[in-house]
Structure formats: C-alpha cells, structure tokens
C-alpha cells in the first residue's frame, strides 16, 4: 500500500481482531528541557488523515514537553501480529469540539479525575487525591462534568511512519514512508 494511514488502518483492525485489551496502547515519546527523551505508554483514541490523537492533562509532564518542543513519535507493537508501526511528526492540539466531544464519552469517574488529578505533581498522600476527588464530585453532584480547560486532545501529524514485520533469523521487512513537501507519500525499503 501505498498509503501509510490506509496500511495502518489495516493493521489497527488486525490488532483489534488479535489482542482482546488495548490494541490502541502505544509508547508515547517526548523530549524535555536539555533533551532528555520521556516515553510513557498511552491509549490512542483516533486517527485519520490528519493525523494520530490522545488526550491528557495539558499541565502534565507530556503535556508540558509537547508545549515545548511540538514533536513526538509513537510506536505500536502487536505482538501477536509480529508487527510494529513507528511514527514520528509535529503535535497539534485537537479543536475544543473535538475535546468536548470525546471527554462528553468518558466515564463520569474519569471525568471526575480529570478535575481532581494534577497529573504528574506530588502527592502528599493517597487521601489527598481521594479528598479532592471528593471535592470535584460533590461540585457536580447531578450535573454533567464539563471539560477542565487544563485537559485537551493532542494530534501527532505524521511526516514519518515505518512498519516493522517480523521474519525469520532476525531479518525483518522495514518499510519507510516519508511525507514530502506537497504532503504525498514516498516509500523506502530499509534494511534490518
């Protein structure tokens, strides 16, 4: 194929047929100050032409790196495929109808938690999470919880993707594709 986000597409369906939790989990890699490299498994939550979207709290670590430095690359394995898709790009942010959609989707306790958690700081304990949880719930007590403004979606737009196939002794298919500047296409065989 000659279209990376089609081939990928085909995969993802494969992957969801084979692996029964989280066939969307993936390494999420970022880069922080003095170019320390920061990888974290997160869950994708769609995809298309434009590109590969998560979502998180924008004060987080991640959240924090990719204001920085807008660049980040993702890596699924299937194991039970013997597959491996990598990509690299830009990050931008999702549209706040995109973010309110998907948050409207979630379960209400992880609505909650998007309110109580500042992700990524210190906890004095595990009641001072629970307390705020508390706090956060009994704020919207029979109303719907809207989306904090600290918590979007973010989109990798991909200008690399490889795909990685198993194969016998250690000799693996690599296949590269590269965007050009009139965002085609190009593919490239790399060696194991």
């Not at 994708?44 to 998560?54: I, M, T, V």
């Not at 998180?56 to 039970?80: D, I, M, T, V, Y």
């Not at 001072?128 to 009994?138: C, G």
């Amino acid at each position: 194929m000659e279209d990376p986000i089609q081939r990928f597409a085909e995969l993802f369906r494969q992957a969801g047929q084979a692996i029964p939790v989280n066939p969307n989990a993936m390494v999420l890699s970022t880069v922080g100050t003095g170019g320390r490299p920061s990888s974290r498994v997160v869950l994708l939550k769609a995809f298309d032409e434009r590109g590969f979207s998560f979502y998180c709290n924008l004060k987080s670590r991640k959240g924090q790196e990719l204001e920085a430095n807008p660049q980040a690359a993702l890596c699924f394995h299937w194991e039970p495929l013997e597959k491996q898709v990598r990509v690299e790009g830009r990050v931008e942010r999702v549209s706040d109808e995109e973010a309110d959609e998907y948050f409207a989707t979630r379960p209400r306790e992880s609505q909650v938690g998007a309110w109580a958690s500042q992700q990524s700081e210190r906890l004095s304990s595990r009641q001072e999470l629970e307390a705020r949880v508390a706090e956060v719930a009994a704020r919207y007590a029979g109303v719907p919880v809207p989306r904090p403004p600290h918590w979007s979606g973010l989109r990798v737009v991909p200008d690399r993707m490889e795909f990685w196939t198993s194969r016998p002794g250690r000799l693996h298919e690599r296949d590269l594709y590269l965007r050009t500047g009139g965002g085609a296409w190009t593919r490239e065989l790399l060696s194991p």
